[in-house]
């Protein structure tokens, strides 16, 4: 049994899931429209992960019995001034995204409920490793700075990513 505290709790983030997965959506076609096709490649990618995360978030509140609510996004930025810009942007917002999956598991912890520890328990992995990616990728765009031949070289890498969904479950949405 999930508390209406709860259920309101993971509903917020459900959306801020929603949210994310808009942003990186809008960071994907900021980045094709700088040339930057494998930066744009890597976006798309991470905008089909965030909405995994929003379908799991969905999931698990529909198997708890609860109605959930999708609430009007505030507008996305869609415009950077730089790669490097992008990615430190992807990082405070992940950082953001970690406050509040560790917020929401302190309230699973205090209210004893045990069945949203464990769920949430993913999502703490799952950030650990989107900052990490992130940190890198900001690593390497400071190493090559402005040279061209560099972003290349980081834009053909990050182009090689794939989606690939979260084992135990399809995508909640074709994959391209």
Same mark, same amino acid.
């Given at each position: ?8 709790? !993971? ?49 698990? !509140? ?14 996305? $930025? ?6 490097? &810009? ?49 940190? &890198? ?17 980081? &834009? ?15 995508? $909640?949405? $074709?994959?391209?």
């Amino acid at each position: 049994m999930i508390s209406k505290s709860m259920a309101a709790a !993971l509903n917020n983030h459900m959306n801020f899931e929603l949210y994310s997965a808009n942003m990186y959506l809008s960071m994907s076609s900021c980045a094709n429209e700088m040339g930057l096709k494998g930066t744009a490649s890597w976006f798309m990618v991470q905008y089909q992960e965030e909405m995994t995360h929003f379908m799991k978030f969905y999931n698990y !509140l529909i198997d708890q019995g609860i109605n959930i609510s999708i609430l009007a996004n505030k507008e996305i $930025p869609n415009t950077y001034r730089s790669l490097l &810009d992008m990615f430190e942007k992807t990082l405070a917002h992940e950082q953001v995204i970690t406050g509040c999956i560790n917020e929401l598991t302190e309230l699973a912890v205090k209210e004893k409920d045990h069945a949203s520890q464990i769920f949430l328990q993913w999502f703490i992995t799952e950030q650990i490793e989107e900052e990490n990616n992130d940190r &890198d990728i900001i690593a390497k765009l400071k190493i090559v700075g402005k040279d061209g031949h560099g972003v290349l070289m980081i &834009d053909s890498d990050l182009g090689q990513r794939v989606f690939v969904p979260p084992a135990g479950g399809a995508a $909640p949405f $074709p994959v391209a």
